[in-house]
């Protein structure tokens, strides 16, 4: 069964500390993704992964960093946390874009933040 | 820009009642994919159906349809006979031809009481 595994299901921080969120697949999968999902505004695209060390923004990468130095796994980092980064973070991973264009995405189960 | 719609925040129904989750799309591109995911409570999103701009042929699987409209931008979704095991977050996505990026709609709370 294919697995999208983010290390933390609930992390606790406070403002200004550096927070690292874990993403692995096991998928073999080139494209991997964090999303952020708030209450009223749905996911939004942060960043976003086609290759190793390859990383591109999405729709709202301010205040965040990723790190992809092995296939299987996309950190996202918060060099600084603040309190309007709480939110529920997810990750997913696709498939490389030939065949089917846009197969669909694989997500984990999420990491619940609080910065207090 | 791409950008998709769902107007509905929240539905509440009673089980065994038909319901029907809307979805609005806009695209300039004439390739594009449509997708519809659920969020139970358990968190996790669960791949529901993806259609492409070139198949507009409704589709029905088990007691979920699907009706892509390309006239009026729409692919809704439907569920027959409701159970509390639908209650949920679905969540509307619309991805472009050469994009590897998701679009996601801010999504439909669905509640199914029994």
């Known amino acids: 069964d294919v697995k999208v595994t983010q290390s933390s299901r609930y992390l606790v921080k406070r403002t200004g500390e550096k927070v690292f969120l874990e993403c692995v697949q096991d998928?073999?999968?080139?494209?991997m993704f964090w999303y952020r999902q708030d209450p009223g505004l749905g996911l939004r695209l942060i960043y976003f992964?086609?290759?190793?060390?390859?990383?591109e923004k999405g729709d709202i990468p301010e205040g965040y960093s990723v790190s992809r130095e092995k296939k299987e796994r996309f950190s996202l980092i918060l060099e600084s946390a603040s309190t309007n980064q709480t939110s529920m973070y997810l990750c997913?991973?696709?498939?490389?874009?030939?065949?089917?264009?846009?197969?669909?995405?694989?997500f984990g189960s999420g990491t619940q933040l609080s910065v207090l | 820009a791409q950008k998709v719609t769902q107007a509905q925040t929240e539905i509440s129904v009673v089980e065994k009642e038909d319901v029907t989750l809307d979805c609005v799309y806009e695209?300039?591109?004439?390739?594009?994919?449509l997708f519809w995911y659920k969020q139970p409570p358990s968190g996790e999103l669960v791949f529901l159906i993806r259609?492409?701009?070139?198949?507009?042929q409704n589709e029905i699987s088990g007691r979920y349809s699907w009706n892509f409209q390309k006239s009026t931008s729409s692919f809704n979704f439907t569920i027959t006979a409701s159970q509390v095991v639908d209650s949920a977050v679905y969540f509307c996505?619309?991805?472009?031809?050469?994009?590897?990026?998701?679009?996601f709609g801010k999504g439909t709370m669905l509640l199914v009481s029994p």
């Open positions: 997913a991973s696709r498939p490389p874009d030939r065949g089917p264009a846009n197969e669909k995405l694989f």
């Open positions: 998928m073999d999968h080139e494209n």
């Open positions: 992964s086609y290759d190793v060390k390859m990383k």
């Open positions: 695209t300039r591109d004439t390739t594009y994919y």
């Open positions: 259609r492409n701009s070139f198949d507009e």
């Open positions: 996505a619309l991805s472009e031809a050469g994009y590897s990026t998701l679009t």
